[in-house]
């Protein structure tokens, strides 16, 4: 062993000891690391003082309420599970909103996904006029949910609406939409169909940016229109379908003015200030998960109730987020 | 896709966040019961109100300027047109902007709002005051505006619910009264029905729960329904009137050709506040409504004769024709409220001067809810009117009990009607058993 290998920290055994030189570097480092993690901190502040204001706290105190007896007037107090209880076993809303929820989530986002890509398809393909049926097809969308509901509660009228009047002239049945459980949802399908602008522009842009050669190649290949899509469209946008989809789900889960505005004006109980209206008519079809969070935290004052049912729609859009990202990482690395 | 991953799984939490942070920003706001503000020192006073219509808002602005001459000190803010739901989150958060005085028209709140100290007692005031609004009050509304025990509100003007009728068709079918007992009614109405293919041409009266004024606690008024037990538990099912009045609603029903048929019907009916009203239209003979429908009526300039008379009540109960359902707009003062003195001054004001009731039920046509107002030369000698008044003093009059959990039972109990009323639930006994289920579930959670 040489003075130099004793020197710099080596011992007799052969381990290195942190020498005063080696120290000294570490003592730097370690600073140099502070001042780097102070400095991200730093350009972190603002999402964190978000972060922390409107989701961490929230989130806590969410889970924190969903414990107690609270009204919001006076001090909560701790009543264990009985929230939980109540929800999960003895609430009349909550099991009918999440089935509702199920079903829009399946149906209504599988349908609008369908019908936006399907339209966009459509108008990419279309040479003269696809200026007009674009906006015809995206003007809709700009209607506000109200009237945009409305006018669909109007148009879909049992006695007057002129829908059913075509199909008694056709001599079709004629559904009592908004009306009846069983067409509730179909009918709130039909308008999110029709509002299915935003949906459409996206799969359009994403349908124009598939490269034409690859078309090309296909149709040397042979390929009919029905492979040029399979092998061909749907690869190259399949990002945009799985962002619709996500972005659907989460939508739907948060659905709130349209199937309210519906079942308000289908009851018949619209205006009277004095009238007190709970969502959901006819029979429960058109509850969804946030109407029974503001009709039990709002309405009923039972903040604790309230953010059991808001602690499950967490749950439940974290599951079904988790599971589509997971599905989506699998097909683009089957992709790649 | 490393971007769009992250982006949406922030548009996730993002999205699953806001339903609860909607929750969490509504946990905020304290209750100050103490009053300490010197209600002779100047201030500016807020004021909540639900009316819209522009007579309405007209008639209550004329009060305001009223109680402002005779209270220099106090200016009013008042902000009309409030929804309950509106309401409730302004006595929950407080703040600068929140309102010191409340009306509602839910009467069916009072519980709610007593019993989680929204609004704040009012006993203190009152007997400060040296009224007893016992004495003061139509007893059905000093009842209806309290909640065990603690009075939270008092009555501002009060609805009573009778029937008003066509009386050009009631001509024409050659009806001379209108029907006093139930199977008398029902009667009525198959005369003046008239159908018109698989729908009518006109409908003598529209039963259906929903829409309108057909609710249970209209309808269970006449048949005395009492809702709640002694000991404070649901009782439809023990309680026959409540078996009457869904057997007979629903025989009616049936009777003028089942539910599909009627609310085909309802669905293209105008809507109640609207001039296309099935009553204004024609389209229904008998309405069951409040005394505001004859204000409403005339505004609307008809072109057919109308008249008004108390519910017909079951045959049984002949002997208490002419009671009704009550309600009517309450009176608070916000718990969070800093100026409660002062708002009393107001909330006296509006709901015990003479002159301001009176004049206040003759703009906006609704019934008076004190005694002395009743008794005044000066309220309205209208007959329509006055038929609805009168419907108001019976003392067989009720209102539905207030409960901690606001007008959830009631709500429940209107479900129940509706699965009823469409045969969804033929075993009516089972149904109302799972309804007291139902309600003794809610308001043990509630409570």
Not at chain 1, 293 to 299: A, E, M, R, S
Request: hydrophobic share 40%; with cysteine; glycine share 10%.
């Amino acid at each position: 062993m040489t003075t130099a290998q004793v020197s710099s920290g080596q011992t007799p055994s052969g381990r290195l000891s942190p020498g005063p030189r080696a120290k000294r570097t570490g003592g730097a480092r370690r600073a140099e690391r502070t001042r780097r993690a102070l400095r991200t901190l730093g350009f972190l502040s603002p999402w964190l003082v978000g972060f922390s204001v409107f989701f961490a706290y929230p989130l806590i105190s969410t889970v924190y309420f969903s414990f107690m007896k609270y009204d919001g007037f006076t001090a909560p107090t701790w009543v264990g599970l009985r929230n939980w209880v109540y929800v999960l076993q003895d609430s009349p809303f909550f099991w009918p909103s999440l089935r509702n929820m199920l079903w829009l989530v399946l149906v209504m986002v599988t349908c609008r996904v369908v019908f936006g890509l399907g339209i966009g398809l459509l108008i990419t393909k279309v040479k003269a006029g696809a200026g007009l049926f674009r906006t015809l097809f995206y003007l809709p969308y700009l209607a506000p949910p109200v009237a945009a509901t409305m006018a669909f509660v109007f148009l879909l009228n049992p006695g007057t609406g002129p829908v059913n009047t075509i199909l008694g002239a056709l001599g079709l049945p004629e559904p009592d939409w908004f009306s009846s459980a069983s067409w509730s949802k179909p009918s709130l399908t039909l308008l999110a169909l029709w509002c299915i602008g935003d949906l459409m522009v996206i799969f359009m842009a994403s349908l124009l940016d598939v490269p034409k050669e690859q078309y090309e190649a296909a149709e040397l290949d042979g390929a009919g229109p029905w492979q040029r899509f399979r092998y061909v469209t749907l690869p190259n946008i399949s990002p945009i379908v799985l962002f619709a989809v996500i972005t659907g789900v989460i939508a739907t889960m948060q659905y709130y003015t349209e199937p309210l505005v519906a079942a308000k004006v289908a009851s018949g109980v619209i205006g009277g200030s004095g009238q007190t209206f709970e969502p959901g008519y006819p029979d429960k079809s058109t509850l969804t998960v946030p109407h029974v969070i503001y009709n039990l935290g709002f309405q009923r004052f039972d903040t604790g109730a309230a953010c059991v049912v808001a602690i499950v729609l967490f749950v439940l859009a974290m599951i079904f987020t988790g599971f589509l990202m997971r599905r989506r990482s699998g097909f683009m690395a089957a992709e790649d | 896709m490393p971007g769009t991953r992250r982006k949406t799984t922030a548009v996730a939490l993002a999205a699953a966040a806001s339903s609860i942070a909607l929750l969490a920003t509504a946990c905020t706001g304290s209750n100050d019961a103490g009053a300490t503000d010197d209600p002779k020192a100047k201030t500016t006073l807020t004021f909540w109100h639900g009316w819209s219509a522009p007579s309405e808002v007209e008639a209550i602005a004329e009060n305001i300027k009223s109680f402002e001459a005779k209270h220099p000190n106090i200016t009013v803010n008042v902000v009309k047109g409030i929804t309950d739901d509106k309401l409730n989150q302004a006595l929950r958060t407080g703040g600068s902007n929140a309102p010191d005085v409340v009306s509602s028209f839910t009467t069916d709140n009072v519980g709610r709002f007593c019993a989680s100290k929204a609004l704040a007692d009012l006993k203190p005031f009152l007997d400060a005051s040296g009224i007893d609004p016992e004495k003061t009050f139509l007893p059905q509304m000093a009842k209806y505006t309290q909640h065990d025990g603690t009075r939270c509100t008092v009555p501002l003007l009060g609805d009573a619910y009778g029937l008003y009728y066509n009386k050009d068709a009631f001509e024409e079918a050659g009806i001379t009264a209108p029907p006093k007992t139930l199977s008398e009614f029902d009667a009525v109405v198959k005369k003046l029905t008239k159908t018109k293919g698989d729908g009518f041409e006109r409908l003598g009266f529209m039963p259906l729960f929903v829409g309108y004024e057909t609710t249970v606690e209209h309808y269970g008024a006449g048949f005395g329904v009492t809702y709640l037990g002694p000991d404070g538990k649901s009782n439809t099912a023990q309680d026959p009137a409540v078996k009457a009045l869904f057997t007979w609603q629903k025989k009616l029903v049936d009777e003028l050709g089942g539910f599909q048929k009627l609310n085909k019907f309802r669905t293209a009916l105008g809507d109640e506040w609207g001039p296309k009203h099935p009553f204004h239209t024609g389209q229904v003979a008998m309405q069951l409504d409040g005394e505001w429908r004859g204000k409403m009526a005339s505004d609307a300039k008809l072109p057919f004769e109308i008249g008004a008379a108390p519910f017909p009540v079951p045959d049984a109960q002949a002997a208490d024709y002419g009671k009704g359902y009550l309600s009517g707009t309450i009176l608070g003062i916000a718990g969070t409220s800093e100026k409660k003195n002062a708002a009393w001054e107001l909330v006296k004001y509006l709901s015990t001067d003479t002159d301001a009731v009176v004049s206040f039920a003759n703009a906006i046509h609704n019934v008076p809810s004190t005694v002395e107002a009743l008794n005044s030369p000066k309220l309205s000698d209208d007959p329509l009117y006055r038929t609805f008044v009168d419907i108001a003093q019976h003392p067989k009059s009720t209102h539905a009990p207030s409960s901690v959990n606001g007008g959830a039972f009631l709500l429940t109990l209107q479900d129940s009607g509706l699965a009823h009323e469409k045969g969804a639930e033929k075993d009516l006994d089972a149904l109302l058993r799972k309804n007291d289920e139902q309600v003794d579930k809610d308001n043990e959670q509630a409570g």
